[in-house]
């Protein structure tokens, strides 16, 4: 009798499964720029207002970076700004990689020394708002930031 009320005990139990991907991507030993805190750069970045400052926060992000012959380089791809549809009230955005701030010139800057490079290193990457000279105007503001890298091929 016990036997029996176990086993129906156990033939109504509920049960639950779960099934997801995991994924891994090993950088190539030669060379990487990669985010060292994964998931952000696919997804839209708040920069916060603070209303008793009224500014905006910087964005601060880390990647881990590496090149096995030369010095990496870099360069924005065009002017980074962010835009609420009306011309002349742009915030314009400071650009940092490793401490060099970067614009679209060509040609690009070196943002870490071969020395650095050779070994790896983990830089910081900052995106500064710069507040506009009649002050920031109400709305909604969005845009780009596009770095292009550089480094060269072995033996090049």
């Known amino acids: 009798m016990v036997a029996g009320s176990l086993m129906s005990a156990l ?16 950088p190539s030993r030669p060379f990487y720029i990669i985010p060292s805190e994964p998931d952000w750069v696919h997804r839209t970045q708040q920069l916060h207002w603070d209303y008793p400052s009224e500014t905006l ?33 742009e915030i314009w955005l ?3 990689f490793n401490g060099v701030v970067l ?9 870490v020394s071969k020395e650095d490079a050779a070994i790896g290193k983990r830089v910081l990457l900052e995106i500064e708002p710069v507040k506009p000279a009649g ?20 033996g090049a």
């Not at 639950?16 to 891994?24: A, T």
């Not at 930031?145 to 480094?151: E, I, K």
């Open 11 to 26: 033939a109504g139990a509920a049960r639950e499964e779960h099934v997801f991907e995991v994924s891994l991507t090993i």
């Open 57 to 89: 926060s910087t964005l601060s992000k880390h990647f881990d970076v590496r090149h096995d012959t030369s010095a990496i380089e870099a360069r924005l791809d065009s002017p980074a700004y962010l835009s609420n549809g009306r011309s002349g009230e």
């Open 94 to 96: 400071k650009v940092s």
């Open 103 to 111: 614009g679209p010139e060509v040609p690009p800057r070196e943002v």
């Open 135 to 154: 002050g920031y105007r109400p709305g909604d503001y969005s845009g780009n930031v596009m770095l292009l890298f550089n480094a060269r091929a072995p």
